[in-house]
């Protein structure tokens, strides 16, 4: 190879051997700063491509320039930052994109973004409800067994512990240490999604201070309560389980069709986003499939709410 051809690969050459320089001295500088900040400044951490996949890996660096962002530069993602899975439905808009040479399906993936955003938001809503209810079970079953124990009601309180309720649980352990209005705080905790059943503990716990009444069997019985509604909920979900796979099946079914269609080599895409009787089968077919999907998902609410 002549003096003319070996000039590109050594300039590549010595810009990765300058970049991999200037990064190893990042790292030294990022780890001294780690070292005298405790930490803060900390890089996002490395995931592999299943997390990824999950949506983990771009949680992660986004937590991960916003701590960076309040070390020094302090970047605005906003509202972005906390974006997951629902970021996949961006970059799969764009193959029908491509393939059908048109910008209805970059406009509809921006659609189903926000939508499927607001579905993830709502189930992270749901989990950490279902959370909230089972450490109200916990701290109910706890408090009682430490009853059981000998100890006084604060002391049992303090050695339960209060896991799962935030702030909320923070509060009422520290109206238990310092002598406040524990029931007070747990009808306060109460108003959490998925904690009502504080309200019950906190009239046992008023009962019992006022009136010297056993607290053990009251928090026993509320546990035993919510422990049967919990079931009853999990059966419910059990039996639902079936209908929402079919209807998530029904929901695919166009996708199928189109799938079978470019096959079979009829192009559906180009009759569907470039002719006006494709737009408006597009839109008649949109519009009855979200109107069979909010159907079935209301039918479901509906049975889970009785």
């Not at 238990?176 to 705080?185: C, F, L, P, T």
Request: with cysteine; charged share 20%.
């Amino acid at each position: 190879m002549s003096a003319v051809g070996m000039a590109p690969v050594a300039a590549v050459l010595c810009a990765v051997g300058a970049g991999r320089l200037v990064s190893g001295r990042r790292d030294g500088v990022r780890q001294r700063a780690r070292a005298l900040f405790g930490g803060v400044g900390e890089a996002a951490p490395e995931v592999g491509w299943r997390a990824w996949l999950r949506g983990e890996g771009v949680r992660k660096w986004c937590a991960g320039r916003m701590v960076e962002g309040e070390a020094g530069r302090r970047w605005n993602l906003g509202r972005w930052g906390d974006c997951g899975r629902e970021i996949w439905c961006l970059p799969a808009g764009l193959v029908p994109a491509a393939t059908g040479r048109s910008l209805l399906p970059v406009l509809a993936s921006v659609a189903a973004f926000f939508l499927v955003r607001r579905w993830l938001t709502a189930r992270g809503a749901a989990h950490a409800r279902e959370g909230r209810s089972a450490a109200v079970i916990g701290l109910c079953a706890a408090v009682a067994g430490e009853l059981r124990a000998g100890r006084q009601p604060a002391q049992a309180l303090l050695a339960a512990g209060a896991p799962g309720l935030g702030a909320a649980g923070s509060a009422v352990m520290a109206a238990a240490r310092y002598g406040g209005d524990v029931s007070r705080e747990l009808r306060a905790a109460a108003r959490l999604p998925g904690a009502a059943g504080l309200t019950g503990m906190a009239a046992c716990w008023q009962v019992a201070v006022e009136g010297g009444a056993g607290l053990a069997s009251g928090l026993e019985r509320i546990a035993a309560g919510l422990r049967a509604q919990r079931d009853q909920r999990e059966e419910l979900r059990a039996q639902l389980a079936g209908p929402r796979a079919t209807a998530l099946m029904l929901a695919l079914l166009p996708a199928g069709g189109l799938l079978m269609g470019t096959a079979l080599g009829a192009d559906p895409l180009r009759v569907l986003l470039h002719t006006p009787a494709g737009w408006g089968c597009l839109a008649v077919g949109g519009l009855l499939e979200w109107c069979g999907v909010a159907w079935t998902a209301r039918i479901v609410a509906a049975a889970e709410d009785t």
